[in-house]
């Protein structure tokens, strides 16, 4: 994986399940920053939380994040 091009693993890494992604965030920091787009779509695009203390400080903590933050679009309270 070292000589294979950015282009290419972006294109692998939005194929792989969840999981996969979450452990390819692991690997390595090249990985990782290929890798962390597509995490963040998957996982914040659309967050439900309950209307409890600690789900409201968690999207908080979630949406004040410099990263992640960006990719919350929708919110869903329960």
């Known amino acids: ?3 294979m091009p950015s282009e290419i693993l972006s294109l692998i890494v939005n ?4 999981q996969s992604l979450k ?6 920091k090249r990985l ?3 890798s ?6 998957r ?3 659309e967050r439900k939380h309950v209307a409890s ?3 409201m400080e968690a999207l908080v903590q979630i949406t004040a994040h410099p990263f992640f933050g960006k ?3 929708t919110v869903v309270i329960s």
């Open 53 to 55: 203390t600690y789900s």
């Open 71 to 73: 990719f919350v679009k």
């Open 32 to 34: 990782c920053a290929i």
């Open 15 to 18: 194929l792989v399940d969840s």
């Open 43 to 45: 996982h914040f695009s």
């Open 23 to 28: 452990t390819l965030r692991l690997t390595n």
């Open 36 to 41: 962390s787009g597509p995490f963040a779509k």
């Open 1 to 3: 994986l070292p000589g």
